[in-house]
């Protein structure tokens, strides 16, 4: 049996979006005449995805993750292309496809406002027709990952953002779902609360083998839960890999930190390479990866050093950089 | 979920029942005053307007519990993108999409409107079999169910033309045409009403049944179309789905 999972194929989703003329005399010539744009959301986009693996999904905003994401969930339909997820075409949504997915969005809530917690629970239990006994496990297990006991009773409009986030989390995760599509669940949390999802979504993925994607906007995220990481630009794919390699195919400079013994000029350092900043007895200098154990040599060899690293740069400005259209 | 949230609010819950018994009320009144001017309405005297607006009544605060709040609620989940949150879910999502607000205010109407009904029928000169009762629950709900899939079209009609908030108000500024027998209609609003979308019957019907008019051919000709616009719903909804396009996130 197969062990892949998701498998997109050639996916392409358009929308058709009106600009506006600015100011009156715009909105009223809007009455007769209208200029549409098509913006390409997502635009032949290819990859799969196997049992278990948890993916960075990766991109500026309006790149087209959440647009991809709401394909794989069955929430819009393709322009063209082929989507499949756990052999299921999302687009039929099947209930027997349903109740095997979730999908969080950390930007909309499902919980009923006005209501506790635990009444979205015993709804999500009837929808999902989750027996009793599982039901009564899952919930506890939640509850008490999470820690959330106290609050289960406590009408949602009550709790912090963190404490309906982690709500949020257990009323879509009390069926088991096979596979989470997770859009940006940090969002506007503090770290301390950032810390605590990621491990819970960490722990779910090894006790429950599921496979999972995520899309967040802060790197530590996917640096701490993704192997492997899909960057899409535009509604194109750039990169899909291990994290790592992210450095290798972006990351044209590694970054040398010198401490020196004595004051060294700056014209003297910009002949070994592009001085990125500079004290009078520290410089951190950017040099080509395939010259730069040459240049820590031949500063080692001809300048008085007191220390000296060679570092890769900080993902998150690889990334930057590559949006930016400036590989570092 | 939503009885039990607005009984948390049960101030705004009583205050709303008052007033929807004071318009139904004066429904009675300006029908009382109506007919003891005209002596008739279109060959309905007073007992029968009163049964036909009891009917009305009962109707009315059916669909404004079940569906008013339900369809605006429809209508600005498609343009708010909010729909994604029940597209994923392993439910009917026509069905989903039209339960998610029930307002339970116009209980105390739905209970004003029985209460006249069984007045009313009482004050006939003749009895009502219990064949002739099945006959106008059965009727009553077919009503129910044209109303909704004519609203639930009309409303379907967001996926395809951004920011239609009005469009679901189109059915209930209808709704005055339940409050006169069928019989008052002629030319192109008969055509249009009783015929092409049969609303005036939703009403009508059932109370012609209670004071012993209706024909077979109509109850025929209603029981088809309501399923009839039943079915084109369900085809117009799912057709319409694959235009949704969510909103930005």
Redesign the interface.
Known sequence: MSDLVISINHLKRH?KV?KKQPGLWGSIRSLWDRKYEVVKAVDDISFEIKQGEVVGFIGQN?AG???TL?VL?????PNSGEVTVLGYNPWD?K??F??Q???V?G??N?L?W??PPI?TFL?NKA???IPDAQYKKTLDKLVNLLDVSDILHIQVRKLSLGQRMKCELIAALLHNPKVLFL?EPTIGLDVVMQKVLRDFIRDYNKEFGATIILTSHYMEDVKELCKRAIIIDHGHKVFDGPLQDIIDTYARNKILSVTFDKKISKVTLEKYAEVKSYQDHKATLLVPRKIATQVASSILAQLPIEDINIEEPPIEAIIREVFQSKIV | MWLMRILEQRADFFFWGAVSIMWSAFNFFFAYLLVNNAGSIAGWDQTEMFVLLSVFTMYDAFIWSWFYFNMRRYTENVFNGELDGFLVKPIDLQFFVSVQHNSYNNVFRLAFGVGMLITSVSKLPYSISILEWLLFVCLFILGFILIYSLWFILATCSFWIDRLNNIGDIIPSLRRLNQFPREVYSGIASFLFTGLFPIVLVTSLPAEVLTHRVSLQWVLYFTFLTFFFLFLSRIFFHFSLKRYSGAGS
Not at chain 1, 73 to 77: I, R
Request: charged share 25%; net charge positive.
């Open positions: 929308f009106y309006g993750k959440t647009t709401k969930s069955g929430l819009l339909y949504r209930a027997t349903q109740k997915f979730a999908l969005m930007q909309k499902q009923w006005d209501l009444e709804l929808i999902y027709e859009d």
